[in-house]
């Protein structure tokens, strides 16, 4: 889940009912819900790292490893969670990564937007790199 993981993506622009109904079903997955006030922490191979903050109302922002600013959407579709970056905008881009069974803390492997193999882990409150 470069849930970040996030050089980050999300939902359409426009919300549509079904994908309300996708944002309304993700913010109660208990799942996500460790991501809510918290940041979630990509660390590349390189040792740079990239940030991501979802908020339950299927909005989110990220700060990339060469720290650029993103924003967009997320939803839940199956086992995964998806992004829709709408800042700066990629056309058509949606990236989905497989939500972990985790708990705070709790690191596990991921692919990057990118496929590199990345570090994520749940980091309690906002926290931002120097």
């Known amino acids: 889940m470069r849930l970040v993981m996030l050089s980050l993506a999300t939902v359409l622009c426009c919300a549509s009912v079904p994908v309300m109904a996708a944002v309304m079903k993700g ?63 990629v056309f058509g881009f949606v990236y989905c990564t497989p939500i972990p069974d985790v708990r705070p803390g709790e690191a596990w492997r991921a692919r990057s937007p990118m496929g590199e193999d990345v570090t994520v882990r749940v980091v309690p409150g906002h926290f931002e790199p120097r």
Not at 35 to 51: K, V, Y
Request: charged share 25%.
């Open 27 to 89: 913010s109660q997955d208990a799942r996500l819900r460790i991501a809510f006030g918290n940041t979630i922490l990509d660390t590349f191979p390189d040792g740079r790292t990239s940030e991501a903050w979802l908020e339950p109302d299927g909005t989110y922002t990220g700060e990339g490893r060469t720290r650029t600013k993103s924003y967009g959407r997320w939803f839940v579709e199956g086992p995964k969670v998806c992004f829709k970056q709408t800042h700066p905008f």
